[in-house]
Nanobody
């Protein structure tokens, strides 16, 4: 069982930046695709970004492309989400997750079996 712990959320003004971190413990970190999802109040959880093991592929939701960057440090078993040019519509709880199934696609949250507790990001206008 892997444990994922997010940090780095907070309150920021529109146009600002934040860096989220997700520290993993347990099984070999560098063998798994890691993803970031978010859930805004009253909305379903949505895909934000994913990065394959050893950084083999990187994908983003259209809504964050060009503003957010996912990265990972396998030596530290940590994945990051660098968020720039934040908008009020980015306000959500952000979750990191480890992909454990390969039936669907990387943006399907049912593919991810391990989840962190989430970190709140609030962007004021």
């Amino acid at each position: 069982q892997v444990q994922l712990v997010e940090s780095g959320g907070g309150l920021v003004q529109a146009g600002g930046s934040l860096r989220l971190s997700c520290a993993a413990s347990g099984r070999a970190f560098n063998s798994y695709t890691m993803g970031w999802f978010r859930q805004a109040p009253g909305k379903e959880r949505e895909f934000v970004a994913a990065m394959g093991w050893t950084g083999g592929y990187i994908v983003y939701a259209d809504s964050v492309k060009g503003r957010f960057t996912i990265s990972r440090d396998d030596a530290k078993s940590t994945v990051y989400l660098h968020m720039n040019s934040l908008k009020p519509e980015d306000t959500a709880i952000y979750y990191c997750a480890r992909r454990t199934r390969f039936i669907g696609t990387y943006f399907d949250d049912s593919e991810y079996g391990d989840w962190g507790q989430g970190t709140q990001v609030t962007v004021s206008s």
